[in-house]
């Protein structure tokens, strides 16, 4: 018997996903069966992945995790463990017009000292030695994260069909945003892909998705949780998008259109479950007009958004790229079955509580080597409205703007962010909502050297006097000074006072203005293989005026920040790395009330760091240790010091 | 300092560094550049690309090559005809700025038959002409260092000294350049021969290939399509064709080129003498 081994269908290359090829398993099973191979089983694609991390910091706390979900607390966070997950993708081929895919993972939780967990709670919940008390989330248990199925259905101007599991890759950060790494298969839908001329100038694409019922949605539910709701039906809640893409040597111009419908029944309707007329009657016994079983149920929209962008890209000459992004965000929230985050939550919430809409527009333009070689200037300038939101946008991993920002990570044009379930050593992000400006950006590259210098200025379409905070605008309760993303807190307790959370766009009185200034440069000496500098340096002067009814509270930040490091392979597959982090932060007026006044700040922060990285024959180790010295001085409320030392390892093979 | 006062002084360094910098600009000098016509980015003509958005259309169609000498350093830019994005975040694994591609530059030295490798790196698989036989081969590729040293050793162990890493790797607009010291790769010379392989960047490849993705007979979420599901085609998108001018007949020349036949006829790639 000969078993042919044909076609693979492994994941994107960059990111550790799990589909090797894998023959030897399926030729093993076929010899041990003994028998006849069946022909579809010939396009079968077994793959798996072990990931185990390390995390060890000088606290307390007990857990893999840097940071969990700050609104359910979540055991598997803490900042000492060790934990291991284990992932397996099986793809076939089921004949040469359709493929399918599965992917499922061990939950992640698990610490090595955890033996025997079974996934079971007992005794009252209380930890104990019996193996059975921590729960699922530490038992390892295998999950289904998704599953899809794409044909091409032979059909004309049709491409392919897509049902289950997808990334949302397909359409953009301002409107259904790529899913976030680790929840890349969570998302699931219905996709059709097609095109309109043979060239495929044309092409188009539409999607339904399931909405997800934990964040898409005001009090981040399409209704679990929301105590306005006796029956919460999230089962209806789709998004729906389309695409049309027009592409063309030297340009390319993409309209896409979305739209949001988490859907209740209403509570009039008889036939609804906990209807407030179940037999048409009020509470006095009187019949209600118009109300009458039909053994249906009618339904309202609890919330809908639609957001939709055209964006173009064009060449215009050899060294000039021209990038022009336009949108439109509108949305709708029904009082009747969405609570009040912004007054029941303390400002949390990841819309704001009324009818609105906005715009947004981008305009970016690259020059290349125009006046000298190696030389680039970009320029952008962007306008993004203060009642723009995108509900289903990115929440991570994506950045929508050139500038290197207030946090380092990216910018996104959402209150929805996501920056838990992450490590200290991740990128974080920022809401770019209301930001108006631009920004320059010079580089420069020759050989080994690459300089860049950037300037950015900001005002605030969300600039305003007595906004509504109590019950409209969410203000994410901490809005004001620098953010440490380093020792960040969600709880932002006064002794911890890490300042601004990066969601928060709204102030009672704003009147803001930011100057961002960024130099980098990074410079490869031949010595040995490589040793790679690179320095970072970034100041930003944040004022505001606050209300304009006093000059007391008025608030002025500069934040310096100097970063050094120095890299090298010290032999095939290791590099190490050394280098260190200054950062100076003087703030007038950092954080208070108008009526209990406000105290300065003064931030002193060094950083120094190490690592390794090796790579080996399928094995993947990297390994981060840092240690962080902190003061921050306030004359009001107190001073506070951190020395922290914290270290991370990662050991991936794949397979 | 006033706000005004603040606002002139950034302005004012800002354009300091930008007028700075190009005066602190290396002695530079292109060698040559030779173009690729548009939209032959099909392989043997008949590939596709795979069915996930960030794979857009031309990122894998080299428009130009360019060598240019940079002293004591030699900038080899490659361009294609997409904006070149970075949708998986390099940075996050330590990479150069972009995602998508990973472009191979075998150079022959010498023209002579029988001298150097006629094969192509593992996960290519084509050969060039016993006369075109290449001495090196440059790396353009958006992995770091790192991780392309530990791939080559393990993967193409027995051509390790022939193939050079540069010592750094960029992409701007539509342009990746790598440079690469001249104490590894010597003092080009006229008489050089040339050819870009153009594939895409496979962070966990298959057990034999070389950080390549696959080309197989119908195209996946990331899988190029209209290939053979063994490897007996060409994994290849894009190359240059002689003599480089850009010219429409340089289409059918790459498809020639890169045509095949299972089990009797392996791709061979040209070389381009500029």
Redesign the interface.
Known sequence: MVVLW????????????????RQTLLVALLLCSGGSARAETS?FDFSGRIYTKYLYGNDDSQGALWYGNPFWPDDIAGRNGVATEFEMTIKA?VS??V?AGVRMASRYGELWQDWWESGNYKYGQQVNTSGDSLGLNHASYMKLRGAWV?W?PELPLV??V?VGASDM??WNAWTIG?IRYIDRDNGKGFFI?GHFDEE?SWTW?LGAVALPKLWVGPGWSSGVGDPVLKNPFWSRDWAYAGKLTW?A??A?VVAIGTMTQDLEADPADPDALGSLYPNCKDAGGARVPGCYSDHAVDFYSRFWSTNATLEG?F?PLEHI?L?LLVGFAKQRIDPRFASNGVAINQGVSPVVFDDVSDGAAKLRL?I?DA???????KLEYFNIGQHWNAIFGQRR?GDVLLTDGLVEGGQLPTLNLANEFIDFDE?WYESCIGWHGGT?V?E????????S???T?LSYNTNAQRRDVDKIYPDFLHSDGFTDTDLYSYANPKNIDRGRDPRSVYRRNQNR?T?I?V?KG?Y?I?VG??LDLSLKGKFI?D?DFRSDTTYDDDYRGDMATLRAKASM?VS????VAVGGQVDRWGEKNRAGTLETGYGNGTTKKEKIFAQL??????V?LKYHLEYIHKDLLRPRDGDETWKVWRSKATLEV?W | MS?TQ??HR??V??VC??VL??A???A?ESLFKLKDP??DDKGPGSYTYP????Y???SFDITSFEV?D????V?FKVAV???IED????K????NGF?LQFIQIYIDTDHKAGSGHTGTLPGIHAKFASESAWEKVVLLS??????L??????KAGGLKKSVIIP??T?A????I?G?V?K?VLGEPKKGWGYQVVMQ????????GDL?T??V???R????FGGGN??DCDPHILDILAPPGSGGGDEKSAQYKALSYSCGARMAELPMVYP
């Open positions: 044909k076609r693979g269908q492994p994941a994107p290359g960059t990111r550790p996903l799990w589909d090797r090829r396009n081929r040469d017009a493929q794409r091409n491409d392919l897509h890759g397909t790529r892909d495929r694409n592409a040597p030297g390319r890209n060449d790229n990038n690259d290349e006046v000298a070689d190696g030389l680039k200037l991993e990128d320059a010079t420069y590259a020759q050989g080994p050297l690459d300089v210098a950037e300037y200025f203005r100057h200034g130099v990074r490869t031949d293989r490589g002067r004022e392979p095939d597959g290791v590099r990285s090796y790579d080996f024959k399928g993947r794949a | 706000h603040l606002t950034i302005g360094l800002t560094v930008a910098l190009p602190i600009a290396f530079a548009h939209g069915t996930h958005a960030v857009t259309r031309g240019v940079k002293g004591s350093d900038e005809a997409a904006k949708p998986w975040n390099s996050d694994w330590d990479g995602s958006p992995q770091g260092k790192t991780k040293q530990s791939e080559v050793s393990a010592r750094s960029r701007a607009t539509h342009t350049t440079v010291s104490k895409s960047n496979e962070g966990y490849p298959a057990p950080l993705r696959k197989n007979s119908e996946g979420e990331h899988r599901d063994g």
